[in-house]
């Protein structure tokens, strides 16, 4: 699957986090984005596009999905992107559900590793610490690197809510803050595994590449998205402070609709739909 993603330069995603008290949909037609770094390709190509339709200004950085959430129940920002649920502290905040894709966990390893596929329940031991060796699922005598994402990460809540279920991580794994980051250490380390976006997993601005494991025998592919058959499925979501409103409506209608279905198969995802009316 091809990968559009823009990704903004970590300089300028910390300078815009500075910048998001400042600048609301309130003042100037200035519309603020701020969450996932998996929904990221999205909301920026359709920030591009709607500004061009409408003449708002969109704001987008990638600075993780707790911190966008955070950011619209503090009023500094006015859309969350996030690849995860609400947590129910959060949801005890009067926020507004748009769900505006269905997306995959991919389990990625080193293109040399000849394992082609594991179970959820070999998966969770690894991440556990239980299982050290590829050998013990059926690969070489290499000890197995676990690479993990930081706790601000919906990648990671939403891998510790489907392949954890209540078992603790590994405290000893290498914990790393972006999606790009897991796959360049996963590319260059033999015995790395690691889960980013299946959207992800193809990098157009690389030739380091990585290769993604089976899980219960199915492959992370759009159809299995579709029907529901690979098990680390979730849906990535915008929220706003009560029902949206005025541009951040706007906006929203239009990344649910069919204009930006063709964005959003590229970037490796799979559309919703649904126009503006919230999912809850």
């Not at 503090?74 to 859309?79: K, L, S």
């Amino acid at each position: 699957m091809a990968l559009l993603k823009r990704a903004l330069p970590l300089l300028g995603a910390m300078a815009l986090a500075l910048a998001l008290g400042a600048c609301t949909a309130s003042e100037g037609g200035t519309l603020t984005v701020a969450g996932s770094t998996t929904v990221l390709p999205i909301a920026e190509i359709a920030a591009e596009d709607f500004e061009e339709e409408s003449g708002v200004h969109v704001l987008v950085s990638g600075l993780g999905s707790s911190a966008g959430i955070e950011a619209v129940i503090n009023g500094t920002a006015d859309v969350a992107t996030s690849s995860r649920d609400l947590t129910q502290a959060e949801a005890k905040e009067g926020l507004s559900q748009y769900a505006v894709a269905h997306d995959g966990i991919a389990v990625i390893v080193n293109d040399a590793n000849p394992v082609d596929g594991i179970s959820l329940d070999e998966l969770r031991d690894i991440y556990a610490g239980k299982i050290e060796n590829w050998s013990e699922v059926g690969g070489p005598d290499l000890a197995i690197q676990v690479v993990n994402r930081d706790e601000a990460s919906g990648t990671r809540e939403a891998f510790r809510a489907i392949v954890m279920r209540g078992t603790p991580f590994d405290r000893t794994a290498a914990v790393l803050p972006g999606t790009g980051q897991v796959r360049d250490v996963v590319a260059r380390t033999p015995g790395a595994i690691g889960y980013i976006s299946i959207g992800f997993v193809e990098n157009r601005f690389t030739s380091a590449t990585v290769k993604t494991l089976d899980v219960d025998g199915v492959e992370p592919t759009e159809a299995n998205l579709e029907s529901s058959a690979y098990p680390l499925s979730r849906d990535l979501y915008f929220f706003t402070k009560g029902p949206a409103e005025g541009e951040a409506k706007a906006f929203i209608d239009y990344v649910r609709s069919s204009a930006m279905d063709e964005t959003i198969r590229d970037a490796g995802y799979v559309p919703v739909g649904k126009g503006g009316e919230a999912d809850g």
